[in-house]
Nanobody, 123 residues
Framework: QVQLVESGGGLVQAGGSLRLSCAGS????????LGWFRQAPGKNREFVAA????????AYADSVKGRFTISRDNSKNTVYLQMNSLKPEDTAVYYC????????????????WGQGTQVTVSS
């Protein structure tokens, strides 16, 4: 069974950058699609980005396209989310997720989740 642990969240000013990491354990993530979702207070969990197992194809929510970059290092069993030009509306708990099926923008399609890391962007 795969366990995921996120790190790298924090408080940053608008326009700043953060890099989130998500380390997997229990088994190799090299054949899994990996993703990031986020959930702001009072809102539903929403898709942010996903990357397929080879790492050569990724998808992004329109709201983060051009500002966020998802990447993976299969040798470290880790997925990253580089977040640049952060905005106050990016404030949320960010969750890492994994599936050995096809990726999806729907949270229920992803069976494995980390505990989340808080990102707060001040104006």
């Amino acid at each position: 069974q795969v366990q995921l642990v996120e790190s790298g969240g924090g408080l940053v000013q608008a326009g700043g950058s953060l890099r989130l990491s998500c380390a997997g354990s229990g088994r190799t993530l090299s054949t899994y699609a990996l993703g990031w979702f986020r959930q702001a207070p009072g809102k539903n969990r929403e898709f942010v980005a996903a990357i397929i197992w080879r790492g050569d194809s990724a998808a992004y929510a329109d709201s983060v396209k051009g500002r966020f970059t998802i990447s993976r290092d299969n040798s470290k069993n880790t997925v990253y989310l580089q977040m640049n030009s952060l905005k106050p509306e990016d404030t949320a708990v960010y969750y890492c997720t994994a599936t050995n099926g096809g990726w999806s923008v729907t949270p229920s399609a992803w069976p494995t989740w980390g505990q989340g890391t808080q990102v707060t962007v001040s104006s």
